[in-house]
Nanobody, 129 residues
Framework: QVQLVESGGGSVQAGGSLRLSCVASGRSLSSRVTGWFRQAPGKEREFVAA????????????SYADSVKGRFTISRDNAKNTVYLQMNSLKPEDTAVYYCAVRTTNSNPSTLPSDFGSWGQGTQVTVSS
């Protein structure tokens, strides 16, 4: 079983930046798909970004929701067993609770929250205009 703890959330003005961290214990993140999701009040939880276990000659494989592509970057530090989400050019519509999650059943990519079995407690991100 993997335990996940997110941190780094906060309040920023539009155009600002934040870096979220997801520290794992109990299992190495380098062997799993790790994703970031977010949930705004009254809305369903949605996919933000994911990083795969597979590393190619081009680097680690990542994927992003269209709404954050070009602004957010997901990365992983295997030595620290931590996944990061660098968020730049933040917009008010990015306001949500952000969750880190790990796919525990297999290493196939997915954007569905139901495919991820381990979740952190979430960290609040608030972007004001």
């Amino acid at each position: 079983q993997v335990q996940l703890v997110e941190s780094g959330g906060g309040s920023v003005q539009a155009g600002g930046s934040l870096r979220l961290s997801c520290v794992a214990s109990g299992r190495s993140l380098s062997s799993r798909v790790t994703g970031w999701f977010r949930q705004a009040p009254g809305k369903e939880r949605e996919f933000v970004a994911a990083i795969r276990a597979i590393t190619t000659i081009a680097g680690v494989m990542t994927s992003y929701a269209d709404s954050v592509k070009g602004r957010f970057t997901i990365s992983r530090d295997n030595a620290k067993n931590t996944v990061y989400l660098q968020m730049n050019s933040l917009k008010p519509e990015d306001t949500a609770v952000y969750y880190c999650a790990v796919r525990t059943t297999n290493s196939n990519p997915s954007t569905l929250p139901s495919d991820f079995g381990s979740w952190g407690q979430g960290t609040q991100v608030t972007v004001s205009s």
